[in-house]
């Protein structure tokens, strides 16, 4: 795989350039950025793809290692890299809505498929419906929202999803779990079976 590094890609509209590598800080070569490539790339395109297509996902992808290519040689000490490039995914997947008019939020379609194919099932079989869970999940906030997708959806672990959203683990714990909670007491899903919620986002 050959790396291209352009100057002007940034981490989003709002994120300054950075003023270049430290000194002494370890240095990322392209034997580096290629293996994380080859870590990654389906992780990332099974998020994108979930959330607009597979053709459309695979365009926003190669934006997204473009630009974290980029970034990257030049902060070389940033101990999370693996947050830094699902924050440049996030933001590429709200420039795509935003072009089209729609919003990034999680639906319905993204948890049933997380519940019925991936290793959550146990956690997510208790509110996988996909109707009424669609409407549940409207009454949860964006923050809720994120939190789920980064958890379920993109599979990461716990500590990624903290460090992509820039909160604490314990805070991401606490966030995730009243999510959850909030799922399986939400009156759109009366009837439904109930799942213990201690444990799960802990993982």
């Known amino acids: 795989m050959t790396v291209q590094n352009h100057s002007g890609a940034g ?3 709002d994120t300054a350039e950075p003023s270049g590598p430290i000194l002494g800080a370890p240095v990322v070569d392209e034997g580096m950025l290629t293996a994380f490539y080859e870590a990654h790339v389906d992780g990332v395109l099974t998020f994108l793809a979930r959330k607009v297509g597979r053709n459309d996902g695979g365009e926003i992808l190669s934006q997204v290692f473009e630009e974290f290519f980029s970034w990257w040689p030049k902060n070389p000490e940033h101990a999370k890299p693996v947050a830094t490039l699902y924050q440049i995914a996030r933001c590429r997947l709200n420039d795509h809505f935003r072009r089209s008019g729609r919003v990034l939020i999680i639906e319905a379609d993204d948890l049933a498929l997380a ?10 079989a208790a509110v996988v419906q996909r109707v009424d869970l669609g409407a549940a999940l409207t009454e949860l906030t964006e923050r809720e929202q994120q939190a789920l997708t980064l958890r379920y959806v993109a599979e990461l672990a716990v500590k990624d999803c903290a460090e992509v959203l820039e909160v604490g683990i314990d805070n991401m714990k606490k966030t995730l779990k ?5 799922l399986r007491h939400s009156p759109r899903l009366d009837g439904y079976a109930t799942a213990r919620t201690a444990k799960e986002a802990h993982r």
Not at 115 to 124: D, F, I, N, Q, Y
Not at 178 to 182: D, G, I, R, T, V
């Open 11 to 13: 981490l989003g509209r």
């Open 115 to 124: 519940a019925v194919s991936g290793a959550h099932h146990g956690e997510l």
């Open 178 to 182: 009243m999510a959850l909670q909030k």
